[in-house]
């Protein structure tokens, strides 16, 4: 082995390395071995799958190199998706409000006209607004409801007064009464219908218990 | 063929014969032949005999599976000491960083010696036991990059071309190497060479 000059200079060493007694393996070696071989399912030959990357980039890029391809490709595709300098990004400070239809929907099916005006304007006109046109609904309730149980105590006391025409409308005109009366009625604890009556149609029926009120008063000034 | 053939086979011939007929009993002949040759390795580079018997047994295994790597232009034994090696590399990368291994402590007396074979029983102890021991521990001092081709070269005989082979650098830098390794121990075994 002594070959050459170094190992010459070495020589002890060396012959010290080479006396070494030699390292063997226990008698059951080959025995564990099979069993071990045996043991864990062989796939085919082991050929592991090949890499994704691999595939794509094996030819184009050296096999030591896919990793930091990889790592670059990401990096580019992160920048890509947040782009902070992007001309489509919206500034929230000067997009409109989104409108919330739903809640205006809610305002006009379940409160009166009236009310859902007073609602558009200052908070505290529309408070004190919705007070005043609280009590004045109120009083004309009373009044709608003094002069309706009038107009059927004269219904049922005096028929013959004003025929059968008048009975008719009166009749006619309770419902409408009923109807009109709907939206004015506090809806709390009660099964009620409620219309929402045009402008026309209310103007219609003003008119309607304006004659009748006439014509009542002109009945008992007879 | 017959047994008697395949033993008179050499080592290319015999794994030509697993790859291509998956002959086991060439396979066999082979892990018998290079048992002991890759234990020695493993057990001088790493100074723990049952993690050197696992990594030889590992080794087989993987020369098992692997069979279809093994290409006919590189030398059998060239190519089983390359996958000992690197076994042998890792588990003594692992066992450095989880500090599991001693092999700091090798140097220091009265700290446990792997005992590799019965031979080295204490009872049975002889003159030659014990400066194996010493020769062991002083190896094992030796940086891991020149002890693995000191132990190529002076303990499994290999010539440069096959070091340089196995462990993938040039053979200028191996003969640098085993020099250097060599004179690390000259340094450690001077008590023992003098006698």
Same mark, same amino acid.
């Given at each position: 082995?002594?070959?050459?000059?170094?190992?010459? @200079?070495?020589?002890?060493?060396?012959? +010290?390395?080479?006396?070494?007694?030699?390292?063997?393996?226990?008698?059951?070696?080959?025995?564990?071995?099979?069993? @071990?071989?045996?043991?864990?399912?062989? !796939?085919?030959?082991?050929?592991?799958?090949?890499?994704?990357?691999?595939?794509?980039?094996?030819?184009?890029?050296?096999?030591?190199?896919?990793?930091?391809?990889g790592l670059a490709a990401a990096a580019v595709i992160i920048l890509f998706m947040i782009n902070t300098n992007s001309i489509e990004a919206e500034n929230p400070l000067l997009s409109e409000p989104r409108?919330?239809?739903? +809640?205006?929907?809610?305002? !006009?099916?379940?409160?009166?006209?009236?009310?859902?005006?007073?609602?558009? @304007?200052?908070? @505290?006109?529309?408070?004190?607004?919705?007070?005043?046109?609280?009590?004045?609904?109120? &009083?004309?309730?009373?009044?709608?409801?003094?002069?309706? !149980?009038?107009?059927?105590?004269?219904?049922?006391?005096?028929?013959?007064?004003?025929?059968?025409?008048?009975?008719?409308?009166?009749?006619?005109?309770?419902?409408?009464?009923? !109807?009109?009366?709907?939206?004015?009625?506090?809806?709390?604890?009660?099964?009620?219908?409620?219309?929402?009556?045009?402008?026309?149609?209310?103007?219609?029926?003003? &008119?309607?218990?304006?004659?009748?009120?006439?014509?009542?008063?002109?009945?008992?000034?007879? | 063929?017959?047994?008697?053939?395949?033993?008179?086979?050499?080592?290319?011939?015999?794994?030509?014969?697993?790859?291509?007929?998956?002959?086991?009993?060439?396979?066999?002949?082979?892990?018998?032949?290079?048992?002991?040759?890759?234990?020695?390795?493993?057990?001088?580079?790493?100074?723990?005999?049952?993690?050197?018997?696992?990594?030889?047994?590992?080794?087989?295994?993987?020369?098992?599976?692997?069979?279809?790597?093994?290409?006919?232009?590189?030398?059998?034994?060239?190519?089983?000491?390359?996958?000992?090696?690197?076994?042998?590399?890792?588990?003594?990368?692992?066992?450095?960083?989880?500090?599991?291994?001693?092999?700091?402590?090798?140097?220091?007396?009265?700290?446990?010696?792997?005992?590799?074979?019965?031979?080295?029983?204490?009872?049975?102890?002889?003159?030659?036991?014990?400066?194996?021991?010493?020769? #062991?521990?002083?190896?094992?001092?030796?940086?891991?990059?020149?002890?693995?081709?000191?132990?190529?070269?002076?303990? #499994?005989?290999?010539?440069?071309?096959?070091?340089?082979?196995?462990?993938?650098?040039?053979?200028?830098?191996?003969?640098?190497?085993?020099?250097?390794?060599?004179?690390?121990?000259?340094?450690?075994?001077?008590?023992?060479?003098?006698?």
């Amino acid at each position: 082995m002594l070959n050459n000059k170094e190992d010459r @200079k070495y020589e002890n060493v060396v012959d +010290i390395l080479n006396r070494l007694q030699k390292v063997k393996v226990p008698e059951n070696f080959e025995a564990d071995l099979m069993r @071990k071989i045996n043991s864990v399912p062989q !796939s085919g030959s082991e050929k592991k799958p090949q890499d994704f990357w691999n595939k794509i980039l094996k030819g184009w890029i050296p096999t030591k190199l896919i990793p930091s391809a990889g790592l670059a490709a990401a990096a580019v595709i992160i920048l890509f998706m947040i782009n902070t300098n992007s001309i489509e990004a919206e500034n929230p400070l000067l997009s409109e409000p989104r409108i919330r239809g739903n +809640i205006i929907t809610t305002i !006009s099916q379940d409160m009166p006209s009236n009310v859902e005006d007073a609602l558009t @304007k200052d908070v @505290k006109k529309d408070e004190l607004k919705s007070n005043v046109k609280e009590k004045s609904t109120a &009083e004309i309730n009373k009044e709608e409801i003094t002069s309706n !149980s009038d107009m059927l105590h004269l219904s049922t006391e005096r028929p013959n007064i004003a025929g059968v025409d008048i009975e008719k409308r009166i009749g006619r005109f309770r419902k409408e009464i009923a !109807s009109n009366l709907s939206y004015v009625i506090n809806k709390s604890g009660l099964n009620f219908r409620m219309v929402n009556l045009t402008e026309e149609q209310k103007n219609e029926l003003k &008119e309607k218990i304006k004659s009748l009120m006439e014509r009542y008063n002109n009945s008992r000034k007879r | 063929m017959t047994e008697k053939n395949f033993n008179e086979l050499t080592d290319e011939e015999l794994i030509l014969e697993f790859q291509q007929n998956n002959t086991v009993k060439a396979f066999e002949i082979l892990v018998q032949k290079y048992k002991n040759p890759l234990v020695n390795y493993v057990f001088r580079f790493l100074g723990n005999y049952e993690s050197s018997v696992d990594i030889v047994q590992e080794t087989m295994i993987k020369v098992y599976r692997n069979k279809d790597s093994y290409k006919s232009i590189a030398k059998f034994s060239t190519w089983i000491y390359t996958i000992a090696g690197n076994l042998a590399r890792t588990e003594y990368q692992r066992r450095k960083r989880r500090n599991l291994f001693s092999i700091s402590s090798y140097g220091e007396e009265n700290e446990p010696y792997d005992i590799p074979d019965e031979s080295y029983r204490p009872d049975i102890i002889t003159d030659s036991g014990i400066k194996d021991e010493i020769i #062991q521990k002083a190896l094992l001092k030796v940086s891991d990059a020149y002890r693995d081709v000191v132990i190529l070269r002076d303990i #499994q005989e290999l010539s440069y071309e096959e070091i340089a082979e196995i462990t993938g650098i040039a053979v200028g830098t191996v003969k640098s190497r085993i020099n250097r390794g060599r004179a690390q121990l000259q340094k450690l075994l001077k008590g023992i060479y003098k006698e």
